[in-house]
């Protein structure tokens, strides 16, 4: 799958995060309003390069005719001294692809005990008591299994999410570090469980510490 340009980028993310928040795709007039295009024929073209991408299929007897395709997953960019740091997750985009890095911290990642690991805004207070605060940075090595209780990174509708993680033989469990927020609990078997993507190595305090787990 080609990488986007930046405008490409920034249309495709405006088309799946208007069809995750509304339930359908946006028109091709609600595009060009909503970036300013002179015309259509600007937002036909545009969508008809990031079709040929891979990234969305179009119907043209639709009004809403846009359909966000699965893309190929890629792996994300691996560096001696520096950790990706993810910034917003786009529906149907891995969490590791290109696409989504928002810059690359220049930490070396043997620091967090090296492996494939990136990097994760921490928003909300529900891991407090674990020492994750709101504007943490989080560090997370790269792995699809943990075991029972530890601190992994899960993803929930495109949204990743730190919590302690319980697993049985039916269900996941997502417990915060926080008694103010209720346990998440999800049926294995259903196919849009959460999944983990990572196990929590550490922090990055905005004031420039660090702290390892």
């Not at 890629?74 to 590791?96: F, H, K, Y």
């Amino acid at each position: 799958m080609k990488p986007l340009t930046k405008r490409q980028s920034d249309v495709y993310a405006f088309i799946v995060s208007w069809k995750r928040d509304k339930g359908f795709p946006p028109s091709q007039a609600e595009i060009r309003d909503h970036f300013g295009f002179a015309s259509l024929n600007a937002v036909r073209s545009h969508l008809t390069l990031i079709e040929k991408k891979g990234y969305v299929h179009l119907n043209a007897g639709k009004a809403r005719g846009i359909q966000v395709a699965q893309p190929i997953v890629t792996e994300m960019p691996q560096s001696n001294e520096r950790i990706p740091l993810l910034g917003s997750i786009a529906a149907g985009i891995p969490i590791w692809a290109e696409q989504n890095i928002e810059n690359l911290l220049p930490i070396p990642p043997a620091l967090f005990g090296g492996g494939k690991l990136f990097a994760l805004h921490v928003v909300g207070d529900s891991m407090v008591q674990a020492g994750i605060m709101n504007g943490d940075v989080a560090i997370i090595r790269k792995q699809n299994s943990i075991e029972n209780g530890e601190i992994g990174a899960v993803l929930i509708d495109q949204e990743a999410t730190l919590k302690r993680i319980y697993l049985s033989s039916g269900a996941l469990r997502l417990k915060a570090e926080n008694p103010a927020f209720e346990d998440l609990i999800f049926d294995k078997a259903n196919t849009e469980s959460p999944r983990v993507i990572g196990l929590y190595q550490g922090i990055i305090r905005t004031a420039g510490r660090w702290s390892c787990p």
